[in-house]
């Protein structure tokens, strides 16, 4: 990480002004002796991150958003802790089946990459818990309701308990993701907020997870200023559907004022708006997030994301 100090005011349209210091600083997320492995198999696109020793020892899924790629420093610090962690592709990959801009997996890929994992000889098998963050959390509670998926528990980061983009079907079919373009709203600076597309009330019945199977511990984090997804509502629903079904003991929720949408490990600087794509058109989202209460969101999440883990997944 580059830091410089510039003279006098410097805003992104300038030129850069003169140049007054500059210190590069490098940041750690693999802890000596930690292995990093590429998976690629049975169809199944990612990364384990083991940590040192034989093992076997307990373990994360790892299931970021729609950004898409492979996001790995979460599972590096995971398994930095102690934890194997496995980060999943499921889009935007280019090991992965289809066009990189829609979903062209189902529900057998995430069954498969949970399965991957629990076999794994370093793993312990009943002690894999499940973490998603933005739309990997509507992934997490859909994997998790499979009557034959048992995780130990699970960790929800701003994202939907539904959703009206499908993933594939058996046949690997797939349907455009343009469908909840209606639902997106847009500030004076035309940045877009997809907020809107993932309130209960504009999801399909249908898409809605019941989590009429779900026997595991599961923690919710909201970020009351995410402009992305409407985190809050969901968090609601996610409890309701809980009590509902005489469950309500399995949830635990932590609310942070101020936090935007991107909740990430401590230090991990926060951008209320960045660039989304470029082509077929320039999209400038908006995360939301103001930032000393982010910045403290992710210091106070983090630690209790930790003791969380250790409490479900330690034996």
């Known amino acids: 990480m580059l830091m410089s100090l510039l003279k006098g005011h410097v805003s992104p349209s300038e030129r850069p002004s003169t140049e007054l210091a500059a210190v590069t600083a490098e940041r750690w997320y693999m802890a000596p002796g930690v292995r990093r492995i590429d998976i690629r198999q049975n169809g199944v696109v990612g990364t384990l991150f083991l940590p040192p020793g034989p093992g076997p020892f307990p373990a994360m899924l790892d299931l970021w958003g729609m950004g898409g790629g492979l996001v790995e420093y979460r599972s590096a610090l995971f398994a930095s802790r102690g934890y194997a962690s496995f980060s999943l592709a499921y889009i935007g990959h280019k090991d992965l089946p289809g066009p990189q801009h829609r979903i062209n997996v189902g529900d057998p890929y995430f069954k498969s990459a949970f399965q991957l994992l629990q076999d794994h000889p370093q793993v312990y098998r009943d002690s894999v818990g499940i973490i998603g963050l933005s739309f990997g959390v509507y992934l997490t509670l859909r994997l998790a309701n499979h009557s034959d998926i048992k995780p130990s528990c699970l960790i929800c980061i701003n994202g939907p308990a539904g959703s009206n983009i499908k ?146 997944l330690r034996h």
């Open 167 to 312: 993933l594939a079907d058996a046949d690997g079919r797939t349907e455009q993701m343009e469908n909840d373009q209606k639902y997106w709203t847009y500030d004076d600076q035309g940045n877009v907020s997809f907020r809107a597309v993932s309130l209960p009330a504009n999801l399909s019945p249908e898409s809605k997870v019941e989590l009429d199977h779900l026997t595991c511990p599961l923690m919710c984090i909201v970020g009351e200023d995410d402009l992305s997804a409407s985190s809050i509502e969901n968090a609601n629903l996610i409890e309701e559907t809980l009590s509902a079904a005489v469950k309500s003991q399995l949830f635990t929720r932590l609310s942070y004022p101020g936090a935007g949408h991107l909740i990430e490990p401590p230090y991990t600087p926060n951008s209320r708006a960045s660039l989304w794509s470029v082509k077929p058109q320039k999209l400038v989202t908006l995360w939301g997030g103001h930032l000393a209460l982010h910045a403290a969101a992710q210091e106070a999440s983090w630690k209790k994301i930790l003791e969380f883990m250790e409490t479900n």
